[in-house]
């Protein structure tokens, strides 16, 4: 189910990601050619170095994002939550796959006029390498900054791109996923809906942001501080309305 829940997803993460060429009006037009062509080199060396399991790991994490990008605004991270489907350069430039937007807010500051912004950026994985991406994150705060995105443009404020956007990455194991998998392709919103699996993928979010408000107290960096907060109440929020579907993701988590 997984390998036929590809295809859907390729197609709907396609037909979402946002165009660099749509930004020609605020971005000139030879920095956006440069970023397209560091995308090419990027994908051209990926192609190099692919195995087999990278490349079904590849297509495992496209459906996770297909399915958190579908879902995550229709419950699983609030009904009222915009979900943004990033430029490929921001993917792979920043490893952004995944924008959540849960309402206006103070927690990030855009990178042109200090709008504010509450959201999240996602990356997709797997279980064994989610502990690894994550310290990833945790190291490249070093530098007092968070993850930036470069093409997007805020719907309510208009104003483009992001910058200290914390970040999180999500991962299950391919049991949950093929099940999950399963009652995406069958268009089963219902199930989906009351999922125990996105308590999982809260808990994780959680878990992180918790980790980064920690590291923004503890190195003296409230803005880190401040951006992990603002989202990290709302995800809390959204934990206790699902506290009746926790039981069933103890069941996953010990399976």
């Known amino acids: 189910s997984i390998r036929r829940a590809y295809g859907k997803a390729e197609g709907l993460l396609e037909e979402a990601a946002i165009s660099e060429d749509d930004f020609q009006d605020t971005i000139p037009e030879a920095e956006i050619k440069a970023d397209k062509r560091y995308v090419a080199l990027i994908r051209e060396g990926i192609s190099k170095i692919s195995t087999q ?22 419950g699983w991270l609030g009904k009222e939550t915009q979900m943004y489907r990033p430029a490929e350069y921001d993917d792979l430039r920043n490893g952004t ?34 502990h690894t991406k994550f310290a990833k994150i945790l190291e490249g705060l070093k530098s007092g900054t968070l993850t930036e995105v ?59 942001l918790e980790a980064l408000r920690g590291y923004g107290e503890k190195n003296n960096m409230p803005h880190i501080q401040t ?29």
Do not use: C
Not at 53 to 74: N, T
Not at 229 to 245: D, G, N
């Open 53 to 74: 399991e990278s490349i079904e790991s590849a297509h495992h994490a496209a459906v996770l994002e297909a399915i958190v990008f579908d879902q995550g605004g229709k």
């Open 97 to 130: 796959d995944l924008l959540a937007k849960f309402q206006p807010g103070l927690a990030t500051v855009s990178a042109e006029n200090n709008k504010s912004y509450l959201g999240l950026g996602i990356d997709a994985t797997f279980s064994n390498s989610l």
């Open 227 to 255: 951006a992990a907060h603002r989202p990290l109440a709302r995800i809390k929020q959204l934990l206790r309305e699902r506290s009746s579907l926790i039981k069933g993701a103890e069941d996953i988590f010990t399976d």
């Open 150 to 208: 470069k093409y997007f443009k805020d719907e309510d404020t208009g104003s483009i791109g992001l910058k200290d956007l914390p970040k999180v990455v999500v991962g299950m194991n391919i049991s949950t996923l093929a099940r999950l998998s399963r009652l995406w392709l069958e268009g089963k919103e219902e199930q989906l809906f009351r999922d125990p699996a996105q308590v999982l993928i809260l808990k994780e979010i959680e878990v992180q």
